[in-house]
């Protein structure tokens, strides 16, 4: 008889657990699972009604947290869709373990929005997961003529406090992530993985967003491993490995005479292996605003070509680095600890316009060689005023005066 009571009580306790669990009582988690709402999973017929109706009941689920769950083993096919919110439970988590892809032929592509997986207005988003998200982009990269622009994979649009983690990203149309408008971000152990000659392959772009880390992460592609945009401020970007790519980039900023700000950048213990630059700066001629406060450290070079780069006439190549025109002002930026190799004879760029040009630009404890053996490298300095010490090229127009306080 007690053994029934004690029976009795544990099965009431269990359903109790479980509906609040389910009708949110603020406390439990509750699990949604793509599976449950129509999806299929076989890469071959379209789950993005089956994703828009779990998202639904996600960002719906009362005050508690709520688990979108795409279940490892299967395969996604997924149409452009936006997850927006604002949600009404407090903590939205996207658990990703299988997989997610794009449609292999844009023109079967059903909308034409600049992006694939939109996630708007969610605060507090979590997405993680061993999962991965294939753009399937090389039909969208020979050039031919498409019905849509090349979209972005993933982007997140105001989504202040998000984490994202975990994930592997491939072969997007265009961008593999992009962060916009968003208070705090933390990314962590990505992989994102284009051809070195797909076009505009961005690893991660950030634009009008503040604190946001970025580590422990892989970037392989055809672009810029990282670009950040105008109104970027506090991005810490840490222990990431860049290659092939483009570099970690500040800009490009101010192109049709547009007014432009990034502030607070460091980047500290990353690699350029093989890449078409390293510490990039570009802005360019006619722009206005300013790009300061900025330190490269601890840098890994392996036959990086422009190591180390500063362009303020990036839409001048071909004409000399000099130049009487205007441009963004470049202040307080820090190089130091870059080790390794310049596949080019000209390891550091420092082309400033004449006016702000480039100003307390700073260098110290940097020994840079070339990566074929025997040759020499050299530095190109013009219009920039600041420091350079105990580094290797020697900077022509910077000051070696050691006395100088860093
Ligand atoms: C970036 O790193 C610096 C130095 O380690 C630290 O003081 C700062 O809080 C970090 N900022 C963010 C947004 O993580
Ligand atoms: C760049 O960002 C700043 C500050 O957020 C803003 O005032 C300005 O309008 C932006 N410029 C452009 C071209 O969007
Ligand atoms: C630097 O980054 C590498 C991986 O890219 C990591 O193994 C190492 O522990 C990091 N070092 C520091 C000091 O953070
Ligand atoms: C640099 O990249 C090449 C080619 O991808 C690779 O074979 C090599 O192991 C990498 N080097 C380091 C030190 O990571
Ligand atoms: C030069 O830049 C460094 C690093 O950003 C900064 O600490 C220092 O105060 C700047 N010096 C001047 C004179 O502005």
Redesign the pocket.
Known sequence: MKNIQKFVIRFIVLICITLSNYFGTGHGEAVFNVLDYGAVGDGIQDDSQAFLKAWGAVCGQGESSATLVIPAGKTFLLQPIDLAGPCQTNSPHVQVLGKMVAPADPNVWEKCGGFWLSFLSIQNLIMDGSGEIDGQGSSWWNGKQTKCQRPIAVQFNKCNNLQLSGLTLLNPPNAHIQIFGTNSAYLANLHLNAPEDSPNTDGIKIGASTYVQIHDSVIATGDDCIALLNGTNYINITNIACGPGHGISVGSLGGNGDYSVVEGVRVYNCSFNGTTNGARIKTYQGGRGYV????FDKITLIAAQNPIIIDQNYNAHGNSNINQETSLEV????YSGFEGTSADEQAITIACSASPGC??I?MYGNKITSSAPGKDVFASCNNAK?TSIDTVPIVPCLSSNSNV??
């Open positions: 300061r406060k900025i330190h202040s307080d930026v820090t100003l307390n700073t600041g306080q860093l």
